[in-house]
């Protein structure tokens, strides 16, 4: 466990769990009441439409156990759940509009900490040697990549998963726009994860954010003597506070730094790295030249 500079602790992440989600309960942080407030109207418009439980599952297509567990707060209801009760039930858009807070809820606080810490980031730098990068993976990627994961994900999880780590690309389009750097470890862009169509549409991608005139990808050729990354993946995040905190990840371990002095070292390494690797210019051409070898 490492503090940071507010004196908060913060529990280490594990790498699954920081992109899980699930609609199970699991808010019981900053989304509690909000939670809990939608559940209670929900609750209260049903009786005050004089329906039973039963009947309102029955039309809005939910059994009587997932309308029950809901207005107890013991699930969170689906957008589609408040979509549908919120016509039928003739509440004008007042529980649709709740869709926002319960939709960010369904993540589980650790990939809220790090969407958060992204969110507050004026700059994001990343060096992962093993996969591409979360922020930068295509939708079928990481259908792929989740899929090859020990023990296995049940389908529906997967597919949550899935939508967690699509959710955190959010970052792409804030304004205004924080500075976003990757350096890429060359195998991890010629490894065909999910065969060679997968391949092809994530190298198009990477070759589309590299363009972003607020985003820098970097490969870091296999050829290359001297690597300042062989202790492993990292990120670094300077935040709107001025701030800076670091994150360091291997195998089931995902760990938030915020102590000054680890922070500076991952830094310097950082910065290392990105001198050691192509240049932006370099790189999307290397990628480029990667595409053209598939054809």
Known sequence: MSTDNCGRDRSDHTTDGADGASWEEDWEDDYGPAVRATCRQIKLWREGAGLTQQELGDAIGYSLGMVSAVERARRLPHPDFLTKADRVMGADGKLAAMKKDVEEARYPKKVRDLAKLESEAVELGAYINTVVHGLLQTEEYARALFGLRLPPFEEDELEQLVAARLARQKVFDRRPAPLLTFVQEESTLRRPLGGRVVQRRQLEHLLEVGRLRHVRIQVMPTESEGHAGLGGSLRVLKLK??????????????RIISDPKEVQILEMRYGMIRAQALTPS??????????????
């Open 241 to 254: 506070d001025g701030t800076a905190v670091a994150q360091n990840e291997v195998q089931l371990t995902n």
């Open 282 to 295: 370099e790189s999307l051409a290397f990628i480029e030249k990667l595409l053209g070898e598939m054809t």
